[in-house]
């Protein structure tokens, strides 16, 4: 049984007062029985005073890059080290923003995965196919290329802990989500590519989130697929009321 996971990235949004006002306004507003896991992605400058702000919640935090180098003259760059003094769990790596605007490769990301699991935080790893490999009949073969690409040399235990997220390059911040149908679909190819590359225990262990246009009026069917097991939420999780909303679809 894989536990729901949602999470928001704020990407280059909000103030530190802003933020602070939104993860103690999702804090209070989760249910008691909460049974979904719940992380805040907020841009590295904040990370320190949301996971003040976040306190004994149940809401992780986690950044949204790191550098794989451990220390030294990286100048504008941060540990997984400095991640995890801070109290981040987790982070994103691999986001379609990282690939397409900063040219960011599969074997870069791939270093960024050994320096985070090496440093104990939990990346989540997106892939995902820009429109015209979608029209071009590529998605699986994108897809399954990033993920080799990505995870090269991660054991099984390793891979048991990442958590992906399928985000359809297409679909992000343009309001054209994925049907459920169209997202399912990767997601049962992706884990039959883990299957593949690993084993179908593994497969079935790790959460597979999809991100592209996540509101709370569609986040329900999208999670009812039975691959689909969280979302990644870019726009909607920068208002409590709407992040609120999609944790209650995948309930
Ligand atoms: C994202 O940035 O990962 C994302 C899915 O954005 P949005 O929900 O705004 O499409």
């Not at 996971?5 to 507003?29: H, P, Y």
């Not at 996971?51 to 100048?75: C, H, K, L, M, R």
């Given at each position: 049984?894989?536990?729901p996971f ?93 690939r397409h ?124 697929q039975p ?25």
């Amino acid at each position: 049984m894989r536990r729901p996971f949602i999470a928001g990235n704020w990407k280059m949004n909000s103030t530190r007062a802003d933020g602070i006002a939104l993860v103690q306004g999702i804090a209070s507003n989760l249910p008691a029985d909460c049974s979904v896991e719940v992380a805040v992605c907020p841009p590295s400058i904040y990370l320190d005073a949301i996971v003040s702000a976040a306190g004994d919640s149940p809401i992780g935090v986690g950044a949204q890059n790191i550098y794989f180098e451990a220390s030294g003259a990286f100048t504008g760059e941060v540990s997984a080290a400095m991640l995890k003094d801070v109290g981040c769990q987790y982070v994103i790596l691999g986001h379609s923003e990282r690939r397409h605007i900063f040219g960011e490769s599969s074997s870069l990301i791939n270093k960024k995965v050994h320096a985070a699991l090496a440093g104990g935080l939990i990346p989540i790893v997106c892939v995902g196919e820009l429109l015209e490999e979608r029209e071009s009949n590529k998605t699986a073969d994108v897809v399954a290329e990033q993920f080799y690409g990505s995870l090269a040399g991660v054991s099984a235990e390793q891979m048991e802990t990442i958590v992906l997220a399928y985000e359809p390059v297409w679909a992000i911040g343009t309001g054209k989500v994925a049907t459920p149908e169209q997202a399912e679909a990767v997601h049962a190819d992706l884990r039959k590519v883990i299957a593949t590359r690993y084993n179908s225990a593994v497969a079935d262990k790790v959460r597979i989130q999809y991100g592209g246009s996540v509101k709370p009026d569609n986040a329900a069917e999208l999670l009812s697929q039975p691959n689909i097991d969280g979302a990644l939420v870019g726009g909607a999780s920068m208002k409590a009321d709407s992040f609120l909303g999609i944790i209650a679809g995948a309930k």
